[in-house]
């Protein structure tokens, strides 16, 4: 709890100076007032499942601190159960395993966005409001509204750019580098801090740490077992219970995490960023390796009708 209330002060006051500050007359910045859309492609996979990402949003930039976007996912998500040997019949003798998926639609989410930059910090943040317009009985939604706050700062010492993220809401939200094979509902806040170097040439390296503390009463929805199906879809070992149930209901623990990430970067311009990394998950005991495909597509539109 202690810790807690000191990352939760350090970014109000961070917070606060940056809004304070005005950007300096000699830091140029990217005009993006108006309409936006951009597309997301992000995946991840290990041992034991694969998750695909395909969200789509639209936008609209008042000026250069607030603004507001919307859009939709598109979920693939795949696991292989754990390998049995069949002791009768014609397959006797012979180890086989089953595979499962899902396709669909994810849940609308709408959010409101600030940004403040000053020479002490650059300062976003983003309240997200998630309607539960997914399937509950595939997983992707708990059939109850999500509401969500997340603050991010930074600041760049030439190449070098540390960072620190803090997000609160009442359920587990995905990452850049973990897409999750399940959703939950409970309040839960989320640290990260890390940092990035700049290599040139369009490239960058980062790393960072992150912890999971989840408050009170939680539940996990599976997106690989459905309801009121037998199958499994792994061993369930390190607190996988989304393996093995379709809903679980728990204390804290049940959603607790905490790991680390590493990743390149590589941005060819203001309209496509690509992104490969790999997250270990120490609570859960899975090494996993994921990517981002970002398209702005209305910088790319934009472009498009200069020529």
Known sequence: ?????????????????A?????PPNR?????????????FDGSANSQERVLDLDSSVGYNFDKHWGVDMGVPFSFVSSSSPSTTTTTGPTAGKTTSTSSSLNSLGNVHMGVNFKANSDLANYTSTLTAVAPTGSTTKGVSTGRPNFGWNNHLEHSFDRLTPFLEAGFSNGLTDTRFHHRPFT?????????GGSTIDLGRNFCV???????????????????VAKKSTSVAGTGKHGRSYELAAETTGDASLTRDNGGSAWVEFTPGQIFDFQIGYTHSVHLALDTVTFNLGINLGRLVKKANSY
């Open 1 to 17: 709890m202690v810790r807690r209330f000191a990352t939760i002060s350090l970014f109000a006051y961070l917070a606060i100076a």
């Open 19 to 23: 809004v304070a500050q005005n950007t």
């Open 28 to 40: 140029k910045e990217v005009d993006n007032t108006g309409w936006t859309s951009s597309m997301n």
């Open 184 to 192: 939950t509902l409970g309040f839960v806040s989320q640290f990260t």
């Open 206 to 224: 980062g790393a960072s740490l992150y912890d999971v503390l989840p408050s009170g009463s939680q539940k996990m929805f599976s997106k690989l």
